[in-house]
């Protein structure tokens, strides 16, 4: 029968999960384990500090062993836009992904993608909602919309191209405004190139 266990930390977040897979003479082990940031920040009418919500720092899979966990397969780390920018920190936006990167079990990196939110190129128009709050007008520009997702990924074992990465870049649509962030797509352009 298939187990999965799985081990809290002290703040009731999943530290790891094991999952293990009864075989003939023995089993298959494989595992996951999570770090988290917890956030802590005063809340707007006061300066006690209260904890205000975790963020996957880290996410490490490791693969199937025989009775026991295999090598480590991939490691994936996060970036929150509330990191590095503390217009949103101060809004609470606090989930938002600024960037994701995985890696292979020997750390080189597979993966990369960037998170871009309230970048209007277009400007924003006003929704027409009814009992829609006048203080959050189209010049409100810090709302966490995610607008735009731009991804490296290397592809030079799957495909012969010049440079170990090329990049992707595709639109968002808005659903308050219907409008469409900025689209870039250079991958095709680069494997027409070597075509």
């Known amino acids: 029968m298939l187990t999965v266990q799985n081990v809290e930390d002290s703040y009731a977040l999943p530290a790891s999960t094991t999952v293990t897979l009864p075989i003939t003479g023995g089993s298959l082990v494989k595992r996951t384990t999570y770090s988290f940031a917890n956030i802590s920040q005063p809340p707007p009418w006061s300066s006690v500090h209260v904890e205000v919500g975790p963020q996957l720092n880290t996410a490490r899979e490791y693969a199937y062993g025989s009775s ?10 996060y970036t929150y836009l509330s990191d590095s920018n503390p217009t949103y920190r101060n809004k609470n936006i606090l989930d ?5 990167v995985v890696s292979d079990g020997n750390g080189i990196n597979v993966e990369q993608t960037q998170y871009e939110y309230d970048i ?56 308050s405004t219907g409008r469409i962030g900025a689209t870039e797509i250079a991958l095709p352009l680069a494997l027409e190139a070597r075509r």
């Open 96 to 100: 938002r992904v600024a960037s994701k």
């Open 120 to 175: 209007y190129t277009a400007g924003i128009q006003a929704s027409g909602a009814i009992q829609h709050d006048a203080s959050f007008n189209t010049s409100y520009l810090v709302r966490g919309n995610l607008t735009a997702v731009t991804r490296v990924l290397t592809i030079r074992e799957r495909i012969d191209v010049p440079t170990d990465a090329a990049w992707l870049r595709f639109a968002i649509r808005d659903n």
């Open 68 to 77: 026991a966990v295999g090598p480590l397969l991939r490691t994936t780390n």
